[in-house]
Structure formats: C-alpha cells, structure tokens
Nanobody, 117 residues
C-alpha cells in the first residue's frame, strides 16, 4: 500500500493550497481517509476525515470553515482544500487510510506546508 501526498509548499497567510493524496495497492473505496499534521516540536494531530463514500466528513475545530476534505474514488485520490491559511497551519501534512472507525491502518509520507505571516 502506498499513500503519496503532494501539493505542499510555501504560501502567504490568507492564501490557499490544495493537497492531494494518491492511493495505490488497496481497494480505495473500502477505506475511510484522513489528513493529519505535525508541526515542529508538536505531536501529530487530526485535521480531517472522510468516509468511504464521501458522504460524511469530520474536522478539527481549528480548521472548520477553512479546510475541506473530499475524495474521488474513481481516481483513488483524497484532497484537502485549505483556505484562509494561518501561520499556525504550518506543518507536515500526512494522509491516512482506515477500514474501521478507530484505527488508521496506513500512513503516507508527508508534504510540508509553510505559511508565512
């Protein structure tokens, strides 16, 4: 199984980025997908999750109203649209996949997002 995140970069505060995570080696439509992030010196934290069908989403309070998670099962890809970015959003962002609600089975390598103030 491979989860390949991309789309990170340097952006000014208030700007936008869209992250992508391409999955391979698994039946993508059977997995819930999520995004996590880890800032320097801090533990990894949950950002957003989406169910297998895309019918339900969940967000950390810190990103609600600014970030949107979506998926395209035909393309085995999950996205994270990030708007109104803040300096505190600076982190390495990881995507993850799970078969069951409370356990993340697979993790990808991260993509770095840097928001300059």
């Amino acid at each position: 199984v491979q989860l390949q995140a991309s789309g990170g970069g340097l952006v000014q505060a208030g700007g936008s980025l869209r992250l992508s995570c391409a999955a391979s080696g698994l039946t993508f439509s059977s997995y819930g997908m999520g995004w996590f992030r880890q800032a320097l010196g801090k533990p990894r934290e949950f950002v957003a999750a989406i169910t297998r069908s895309g019918g339900s989403t969940d967000y950390a309070d810190s990103v609600k109203g600014r970030f949107t998670i979506s998926r395209e099962n035909a393309e085995n890809t999950v996205y994270l649209q990030m708007n109104s970015l803040k300096s505190e959003d600076t982190a390495v962002y990881y995507c993850a996949a799970r078969l069951r609600q409370f356990q993340w089975d697979y993790w990808g390598k991260g993509t770095l997002v840097t928001v300059s103030s």
